[in-house]
């Protein structure tokens, strides 16, 4: 997370820590959403949409035209699905450097919409 094309967000409700997320340029034109997570008590309560929003706005600002992801295929992870199809992304194949997994699911949002 300390690349210089890593970008670190973290959102706070004063002493506390709600969410943390990461944004990562892939190439000029592509990024990938990296290490989103939400603290358990701040979970349906808009904190993850919150910091999904800035991840978006900061790659649009950075002339992102796609934004990517990769994240878990179990049942554990259906939630986090749901956030990202809310926020219009939808299932794709691997990219950047990585490969089918069965324990992966791969999503993409197309920034010119």
Same mark, same amino acid.
């Given at each position: 997370? %300390?690349?210089?094309?890593? &970008?670190?967000? &973290?959102?706070?409700?004063?002493? &506390?820590? $709600?969410?943390? #997320?990461? +944004?990562?340029?892939?190439?000029?034109?592509?990024?990938?959403?990296?290490?989103?997570? /939400?603290? @358990? %008590?701040? @979970?349906? %309560?808009?904190?993850?949409?919150?910091? +999904?929003?800035?991840?978006?706005?900061?790659?649009?600002?950075?002339?992102?035209?796609? $934004?990517?992801?990769?994240?878990?295929?179990?049942?554990? *992870?259906?939630?986090?699905?749901? +956030?990202? @199809?809310?926020?219009?992304?939808?299932?794709? %194949?691997? *990219?950047?450097?990585?490969?089918?997994?069965?324990?992966?699911? *791969?999503? /993409?949002?197309? +920034? #010119?919409?």
């Amino acid at each position: 997370m %300390q690349a210089p094309d890593v &970008t670190f967000w &973290t959102a706070w409700d004063h002493d &506390t820590l $709600l969410a943390v #997320g990461a +944004l990562k340029r892939l190439a000029d034109d592509h990024g990938e959403v990296k290490s989103m997570h /939400t603290a @358990r %008590q701040a @979970r349906r %309560q808009g904190a993850a949409s919150a910091m +999904l929003r800035t991840i978006i706005a900061a790659a649009r600002g950075r002339g992102m035209s796609r $934004l990517s992801l990769e994240t878990g295929s179990w049942d554990y *992870f259906l939630p986090a699905h749901a +956030l990202y @199809r809310k926020h219009g992304f939808v299932e794709c %194949q691997p *990219f950047g450097d990585y490969a089918p997994d069965p324990n992966s699911v *791969f999503m /993409t949002l197309d +920034l #010119g919409r």
